[in-house]
């Protein structure tokens, strides 16, 4: 649905960009970069994303090029073979992502060897996405595709010129990729140029949303992923990926008092008691130091001071439950909150849920 501004609507490029690519590719990293904001997280592990995020980019018009635009950039989970519940919704925010679009990027990650098999590959040479490669996996989605689609390789601060040289040949023997821009989003390398190419290929319409929004998440979802970034960066093994968090309470301040505060309780799911142990640590050591993390950044993001209260809850085996994965879909959770609170649940689970408090500082 296009935002309607009042009176008449000025002149202006605008659409949906998807930025597709493998787990780790640089998405979220070039998300941010363009916006501006900490959009998405972004960490150094794989399948950090899990939900589809937009982020929407003003372009200020060129004379005599083209009028101002909007480009509504979707950031989406990395691209790999589904093994449970969760890569399946994962897949599918992607598969979404996909639907209503004007342009992809794909992002390939310019340190990494590509892997694709040949079509008629041995028994032996295959491994995930049905026998295919997971780059051959991806490839596959982008055959599909019936709109252009960029090549972006990424990170390219920690490659020589010479080494992208091979990688693009293989990529685009593989698929006619209308334009092809190696960036660096830590660098802003390349930004202006991919940014310029964009808005050649959009359509003239209508801003999608108002001019100073950012992002399509709202406040306490990016608060839940701030926290989440803690724990994928505090924890090892398989906690972050067993980990889910979900906002139970938040409750905004009057905005007429004076160094206002933001109260949020939140709870962290994992899947065994272990996980719960290692997110708790010693004396509480570890989900303080979680908290603490995460407090400075959401105070960041909200502009005011933070009261946060964490609880761990075992929810066995909650990546295979289906219904429990789409629970956590924070569009379904705006859903529910629409009616009533989500506030209540985590009290009522059996497993009792260990607290920290950090008082304001
Ligand atoms: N040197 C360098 N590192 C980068 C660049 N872009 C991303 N990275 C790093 O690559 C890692 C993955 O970045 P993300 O942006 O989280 O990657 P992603 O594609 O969103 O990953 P998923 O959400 O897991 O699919 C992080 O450690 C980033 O700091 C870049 O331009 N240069
Ligand atoms: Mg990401």
Known sequence: ????????????????????????????????????????????????????????????????????????????????????????????????????????????????????????????????????SEDEFLLNLVRKLDCPVFLVLTKIDLVSRQTLLPLIATLTSQFNFAQVIPISARKRDGLDLLVRKIVEVLPVGQRYYPPDQYTDQPMRFMVAELIRERILVETGEEVPYASAVVIERFEEPLASVRNPLTRIAAVIYCERAGQKAILIGKGGSKLKEIGTGARRQ??????????LELHVIVEPGWRESRGFVESLDWRAQLERLGGDQAGDSAEDQEDSAEDQEQEPS
């Open 1 to 132: 649905m296009p935002y309607t501004q009042k009176g008449a609507a000025p002149r202006v490029k605008s659409g949906f960009v998807a930025i597709l690519g493998r787990p780790n590719a640089g998405k979220s990293t070039l998300l941010n970069a363009l916006t501006g904001e900490k959009v998405a997280i972004v960490t150094a592990k794989p399948q950090t994303t899990r939900n589809r995020i937009a982020g929407v980019v003003e372009v200020k018009p060129r004379k005599g090029v083209h009028p101002a635009a909007q480009i509504v950039f979707v950031d989406t989970p990395g691209v790999h073979k589904p093994a449970s519940q969760l890569d399946r919704r994962m897949l599918q925010e992607v598969y979404n992502a996909l639907e209503s679009r004007d342009l992809v990027l794909v992002l390939v990650d310019a340190t990494r060897q590509i892997r694709l098999q040949p079509p008629q590959s041995g028994p032996n040479e295959k491994n995930a996405a049905g026998g295919r």
């Open 298 to 307: 959401i105070e960041s993001l909200l502009g005011t001071r933070v009261f």
